[in-house]
T-cell receptor, first 113, second 112 residues
Framework: DAKTTQPPSMDCAEGRAANLPCNHS???????VYWYRQIHSQGPQYIIH???NNETNEMASLIITEDRKSSTLILPHATLRDTAVYYC??????????????FGQGTILTVHP | DAGITQSPRHKVTETGTPVTLRCHQT?????MYWYRQDPGHGLRLIHY???????DKGEVSDGYSVSRSKTEDFLLTLESATSSQTSVYFC???????????FGPGTRLTVT
């Protein structure tokens, strides 16, 4: 699976949009970009994933650049409960990967009042 | 939470003793995983299973063994616990290689 690079930490004001970047310049054509987050001491929680097109769900939006070498997770109206570690993961969706995830260090997002 | 439970949730044990952690799921997911998480680190894969009796090693499998005799249970065993295995252990499941993983609440293991 391709390696990802994320900033170690970011801050955001409550109510504002949080934009979390991820670089995955070695991504291959059959690899998806996944985002998970981990709120203190809990198990990671799935947020969103995408292949090429931008994706949106009830939690967030995922913007993937046209060359697929980077992406941005957007939390449109951050709340204090969004304070967490956010992991960007590139994963092969093929059968030989067995669905395994490789976690990096992630980005610690702190939302301030 | 995809019906995932882990037991025990907390355990303190002594060096050299065997320990078994259990992951139980109720929704018939095919794939199951064990990860460990240490302070300042992301999760690291220990072992995974892609079906009953089908398991394989992850990146940090030394000192651990697993078994899956039925779909709903995935056991992680530390044959002889060491202090370096003090960690938080997470179980995860997924139904397909292209789908999301659901994580359990974690087991905090302390080896003294």
């Amino acid at each position: 699976d391709a390696k990802t690079t994320q900033p170690p930490s970011m801050d955001c004001a409550e109510g504002r949009a949080a934009n979390l970047p991820c670089n995955h310049s070695t991504i291959s054509g059959n690899e998806y970009v996944y985002w998970y987050r981990q709120i203190h001491s809990q198990g990671p929680q799935y947020i969103i994933h995408g292949l090429k097109n931008n994706e949106t769900n009830e939690m967030a939006s995922l913007i993937i650049t046209e060359d697929r070498k980077s992406s941005t997770l957007i939390l449109p109206h951050a709340t204090l409960r969004d304070t967490a570690v956010y992991y960007c993961i590139v994963r092969d969706a093929g059968g030989t990967s067995y669905g395994k995830l490789t976690f990096g260090q992630g980005t610690i997002l702190t939302v301030h009042p | 939470d995809a019906g995932i439970t882990q037991s025990p949730r907390h355990k303190v044990t002594e060096t050299g003793t065997p320990v078994t952690l259990r992951c139980h799921q109720t929704e018939n997911h095919r794939y199951m995983y064990w990860y460990r998480q240490d302070p300042g680190h992301g999760l690291r894969l220990i072992h995974y299973s892609y079906g009953v009796k089908d398991t394989d090693k992850g990146e940090v499998s030394d000192g651990y063994s697993v078994s899956r005799s039925k779909t709903e249970d995935f056991l992680l065993t530390l044959e002889s616990a060491t202090s370096s295995q003090t960690s938080v252990y997470f179980c995860a499941v997924t139904s397909g290689t292209g789908t999301r993983q659901y994580f359990g609440p974690g087991t905090r293991l302390t080896v003294t």
